[in-house]
């Protein structure tokens, strides 16, 4: 079912801020509801965004190679395990896991393991962003997400990358690993893309998909990434749809 037919538009206007080169945590879980190992890995990842509410950035991408198994994820995209397999190429590792954390593109653990995320957040926490990322006004119009963003430091060899997240989600699994189980799943990416860092300032805008309902409550995420995957700066902001 399509949904926002209605061309009504809404704006948030977010007060102005100050580029400051904080510490940003970006932490990008590969995930599936067909995993039965999951579960414990995406309550850590809400768990530790709503302690860091500034600094930690979460964003789950569910992997659809669970499928098989005999549940199909509704948020699962092939191009998250493609994303995933990048990844691990970066690090050496050969093939892909869940629940699998990555942290601003550098660095890849159990999911599940909460020792090693808070000794990781704790000490990334200690270094400075490269990039200052500010997402300025916001709109939706019809099935769209309009967006003006300004970054800065360095643009050498840096793309932008726009993610759409829905903030939580409660799904009755049926069948797979996780039959008969009420999953809460939240911070899952729905959508992203890719633009070309050419100038330190701009607007753009990114389609809002069909998985999306009414309901939903949505994040737009605006991440500053390098050649190697490594993340170097962050934004989010509240979308009103």
């Given at each position: 079912?399509?949904?926002?037919?209605?061309?009504?538009?809404?704006?948030?206007?977010?007060?102005?801020?100050?580029?400051?080169?904080?510490?940003?945590?970006?932490?990008?879980?590969?995930?599936?509801?067909?995993?039965?190992?999951?579960?414990?890995?995406?309550?850590?990842?809400?768990?530790?965004?709503?302690?860091?509410?500034?600094?930690?950035?979460?964003?789950?991408?569910?992997?659809?190679?669970?499928?098989?198994?005999?549940?199909?994820?509704?948020?699962?995209?092939?191009?998250?395990?493609?994303?995933?397999?990048?990844?691990?190429?970066?690090?050496?590792?050969?093939?892909?896991?869940?629940?699998?954390?990555?942290?601003?593109?550098?660095?890849?653990?159990?999911?599940?393991?909460?020792?090693?995320?808070?000794?990781?957040?704790?000490?990334?926490?200690?270094?400075?962003?490269?990039?200052?990322?500010?997402?300025?006004?916001?709109?939706?119009?019809?099935?769209?997400?309009?967006?003006?963003?300004?970054?800065?430091?360095?643009?050498?060899?840096?793309?932008?990358?726009?993610?759409?997240?829905?903030?939580?989600?409660?799904?009755?699994?049926?069948?797979?690993?996780?039959?008969?189980?009420?999953?809460?799943?939240?911070?899952?990416?729905?959508?992203?893309?890719?633009?070309d860092l050419e100038a330190s300032s701009g607007a753009d805008s990114i389609t809002i998909p069909n998985v999306v309902s009414k309901t939903d409550?949505?994040?737009?995420?605006?991440?500053?990434?390098?050649?190697?995957?490594?993340?170097?700066?962050?934004?989010?902001a509240p979308v009103h749809h």
């Amino acid at each position: 079912m399509a949904l926002y037919t209605a061309r009504t538009k809404k704006v948030s206007n977010p007060p102005p801020m100050e580029f400051i080169d904080t510490p940003v945590v970006v932490l990008e879980l590969f995930t599936s509801q067909g995993c039965s190992s999951c579960p414990p890995a995406d309550a850590l990842l809400d768990k530790v965004k709503l302690e860091f509410p500034d600094e930690v950035f979460a964003l789950s991408y569910h992997v659809d190679y669970w499928d098989y198994i005999g549940w199909k994820d509704p948020f699962a995209k092939s191009g998250h395990a493609k994303k995933q397999r990048e990844y691990n190429s970066k690090f050496g590792y050969d093939g892909n896991y869940t629940p699998e954390m990555v942290l601003n593109g550098v660095i890849h653990f159990v999911g599940s393991n909460e020792t090693k995320l808070y000794t990781e957040i704790n000490a990334h926490l200690k270094g400075k962003a490269q990039n200052g990322v500010q997402i300025g006004k916001i709109a939706s119009e019809a099935n769209k997400i309009l967006f003006d963003y300004s970054v800065t430091g360095s643009l050498d060899h840096k793309l932008l990358r726009v993610v759409l997240v829905i903030d939580e989600r409660i799904t009755e699994v049926k069948r797979g690993e996780n039959r008969n189980r009420t999953l809460r799943n939240s911070n899952i990416v729905v959508h992203e893309k890719y633009l070309d860092l050419e100038a330190s300032s701009g607007a753009d805008s990114i389609t809002i998909p069909n998985v999306v309902s009414k309901t939903d409550n949505l994040t737009l995420v605006v991440l500053v990434e390098a050649e190697n995957l490594e993340v170097t700066g962050a934004a989010k902001a509240p979308v009103h749809h």
